[in-house]
Nanobody, 127 residues
Framework: QVQLAESGGGLVQAGGSLRLSCAASGGTFSNYDMGWFRQAPGKAREFVAAITAISWSDDSTYYADSVKGRFTISRDYAKNTVALQMNSLKPEDTAVYYC?????????????????WGQGTQVTVSS
């Protein structure tokens, strides 16, 4: 059983930056693909970014088109953490952001790949 805890959300003005962090415990971190998803009010949960396990494909990264070039996902195997650096934030990035962990070897951009989810952290971007 993997436990995930997000931190780093908050309120920021458009054009600003935030860094989200997710701490994983209770499993073998290097065996899991890690993803970030977000859900805005009244909308479905959507893929944001993912990073594969080094045991599968050497930390390949994936991004939604809407965040490509602005967001960067990274993971620290020594600390069992995954981070999402968010730059040039827009009001449409406002959502609850969720960290997720799933078995490697599957589609890292699909929410159905992920077995474990954090509680989420709110990101609000004001215009």
């Amino acid at each position: 059983q993997v436990q995930l805890a997000e931190s780093g959300g908050g309120l920021v003005q458009a054009g600003g930056s935030l860094r989200l962090s997710c701490a994983a415990s209770g499993g073998t971190f290097s065996n899991y693909d890690m993803g970030w998803f977000r859900q805005a009010p009244g909308k479905a949960r959507e893929f944001v970014a993912a990073i594969t396990a080094i045991s599968w494909s050497d930390d390949s990264t994936y991004y939604a088109d809407s965040v490509k070039g602005r967001f960067t996902i990274s993971r620290d195997y020594a600390k069992n953490t995954v981070a999402l650096q968010m730059n040039s934030l827009k009001p449409e990035d406002t959502a609850v952001y969720y960290c997720a962990a799933g078995p490697t070897g599957h589609n890292p951009t699909s929410r159905w790949t992920y077995r474990y989810w954090g509680q989420g952290t709110q990101v609000t971007v004001s215009s």
